[in-house]
């Protein structure tokens, strides 16, 4: 079993930074597909941005340019920088996990196993 805690949240105004972070434990065994989804209150949950095991990445078509997904060099870590964030990027922020790599013809929640607790960004105009 994989435990995700996710942290960085808050509140920021438009054009502002934010890096979010994530700290997978438990039975991670070799480095997986770990990536970022984010919702809104009565939205579903989609995906923001994904690292797989070889270290490639995808965005969602609204965040390209403006945000970033890093693996530490301990790969249990994971983080999303964040910038010129505006007023639709608020939403909760999810840290997900997968044991296999990731799936690049599709990006749902279904295909992961392992959550985060959910950090919250807000953006004010």
């Known amino acids: 079993q994989v435990h995700l805690e996710d942290s960085g949240g808050g509140s920021v105004q438009s054009g502002g930074s934010l890096q979010l972070s994530c700290v997978a434990s438990g039975n991670t065994g070799s480095t997986a597909c770990m990536g970022w989804f984010r919702q809104v209150p009565g939205g579903e949950r989609e995906g923001v941005a994904r690292?797989?095991?070889?270290?490639?990445?995808s965005y969602a078509d609204s965040v390209k340019g403006r945000f970033t997904i890093i693996r530490d060099n301990d790969p249990k870590w994971l983080h999303l920088r964040m910038k010129s964030l505006k007023p639709e990027d608020t939403a909760t922020y999810y840290c997900?996990?997968?044991?296999?790599?990731?799936?690049?013809?599709?990006?749902?929640?279904?295909?992961?196993?392992?959550w985060g607790q959910g950090t919250q960004v807000t953006v004010s105009a």
């Open positions: 997900a996990w997968r044991a296999d790599d990731c799936r690049w013809d599709r990006f749902l929640p279904a295909d992961f196993a392992s």
């Open positions: 690292m797989g095991k070889n270290y490639q990445t």
